[in-house]
């Protein structure tokens, strides 16, 4: 049981974050007696510096030769004037295509503990537990042709296509998902008005008929932007296209309180990714005030999806839980204001390292419990 995983840790605060994903994630293998080795390598901003590309051969051979690869966050304001090939974000861009992954995994949780830091209502966000399995390599993005056109007037275009195979491939991803979850799927498109949408639709119904034990509904992209504010609980598992993916995941990161709590998987490729979220925010970086939760939930689904420990993740995710309940916050978790002040206080500010050091003694604990649990 040896694993090696590359770790990229970027620029701004994914160095800091991605230290303490390291650290909870080195002891939870070691828990699991697994041997592990973790290889850094530079990627975006900082390999501009050291080696004048985002995105250095060494880095993307090592990517390309480990068992998963952790992430924290690239750019920073001193490339934003460098042409869009030579950016930091170039280099995260020609990773995610090297390795190829097509299923973007998105959780959106409501914590309990803080659910004061959400603009929705405590009671809308009860028990709220949402993947989201968005298509990341196909769709609108990618579809040819594009671009302007200057003739009879200026105009632009862009193409919407998908292939049976790759909405095949991802459905098979998110039913899946829900049979480790509440075996529930809700398929969004807009077929009433998108052929792309039908063939989605009428794909994802096929491939439901391999799930009978899941319970599959479909549901039009506008309504399910509203439904996920109004009735997030209503939710196991969305799949969906890539454009409305990228809309509807960011959409329901009001439900988890902060930017800074988000985690996703890229999966699917020859190797797995696996980054917070949030990008490099250069404005709190080298303060040693940044969450490092998403970067470290980010590792749970590495423990998920890279090396089958699923009592492994449910450690980190409960560890993380019972931090969150005991009142530790980092800064960016500061209670929202109700119509009558304030609904709640943090009860204790950490910083990241604290944080990522908290994390890690509970992991050590969740699994001591369940142990002695079984023990007797
Ligand atoms: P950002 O996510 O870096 O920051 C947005 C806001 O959220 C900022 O106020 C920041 O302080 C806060 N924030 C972000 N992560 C946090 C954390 N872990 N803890 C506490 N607060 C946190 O987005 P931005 O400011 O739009 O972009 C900054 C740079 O990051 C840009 O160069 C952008 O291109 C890049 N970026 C990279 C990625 C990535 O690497 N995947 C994603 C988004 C943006």
Redesign the pocket.
Known sequence: MRLDITTLP?????P??TREAVRVLRTVLDLYGYEVSFEEHAV??VAIRQFGAPLPEATARACMESHAVL???????E??SLPPGQ???AG?LGLRQALGGFANLRPAIAYSAIADCSPLRPDILKGVDILIVRELLGGIYFGEPRGFSASPGPAASNTMRYSEAEIERVAHVAFRQARMRHRKVTSVDKANVLETSQLWRQTVTRVAREYPEIRLDHMYVDACAMRLITHPGSFDVIVTENLFGDILSDEAAVISG????LASATIGGKVDLY??????????AGRG???????IASAALLLRHSTGLEQGAQDVEDAIREVLDKGYR???LSPQQGESGQRGRAKRVVS?TEMGALVESAVADVVDRRRAYHAV
């Open positions: 970027g620029d701004g605060v994914g800091e974050v975006g901003g992430l924290g966050a690239v750019g920073g304001p490339f934003d950016r930091p974000e995260l902060s930017l800074g709590m980054e917070p979220v949030h990008g490099s925010a250069p404005d709190i005030i940044a969450n490092p939760l998403g970067a980092t800064a960016d990241t």
